[in-house]
């Protein structure tokens, strides 16, 4: 079996767990089946189609930090991996305004960058050292999450998460 997208009561993606866990929660009531996933489990007694997402028949208050929580892949994985000033591969992770400066390590404070730029700004703010940031860093949408904590989306999610991406900034 693989994994299943739990989406809260109000329809908001919440956590990817096992379709197992997904399967249990549907037997207790807890979670209704919303999307399934084609297979089916089959136990002694029962067969059940197995679940791709599910949804929670009640609602779920979760921080939105704890879950964005901020790390070198999520920060790269919200940038596409790519260098936030010229587009390059990213290899490293660079502080707007440097840390030496006062700047903060956080979500709005941190972009993806390929090492050239980095070593190019050096201490410097971005308008200092003459160079453009491709978009404004932000906290990223709940795809950023997923991917990190399964590293991939499963096409079936998708139409699940297009709420989402619709919200997301446009990418500059
Ligand atoms: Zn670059």
């Given at each position: ?123 410097r703010t971005p308008k200092e050292a003459g160079m453009t940031l ?22 079936k999610w998708e139409p699940y998460l297009d709420g989402l991406r ?7």
């Open positions: 079996m693989g994994r299943a997208l739990v989406l809260n009561a109000t329809f908001e993606p919440l956590c990817v767990v096992s379709a197992r866990r997904a399967l249990v929660l549907v037997l207790k009531h807890k979670a209704e089946m919303v999307h399934q996933d084609g297979g089916f489990f089959r136990s002694e007694s029962a067969t059940l189609p197995i679940p791709s997402v599910i949804r929670l028949k009640y609602f779920v208050k979760v921080p939105y930090r704890a879950r964005a929580s901020l790390s070198r892949r999520a920060v790269f994985v919200r940038d596409d991996f790519q260098c936030q000033y010229c587009g390059a591969v990213a290899e490293n992770v660079d502080h707007v305004l440097p840390r030496s400066r006062g700047g903060t390590h956080t979500w709005a404070n941190v972009v993806a960058s390929c090492r050239r730029c980095n070593t190019r700004k050096e201490n491709r978009s404004r860093p932000s906290v990223p949408r709940e795809k950023v999450w997923i991917v990190v904590a399964v590293g991939r989306i499963d096409p619709a919200a997301a900034p446009a990418h500059a």
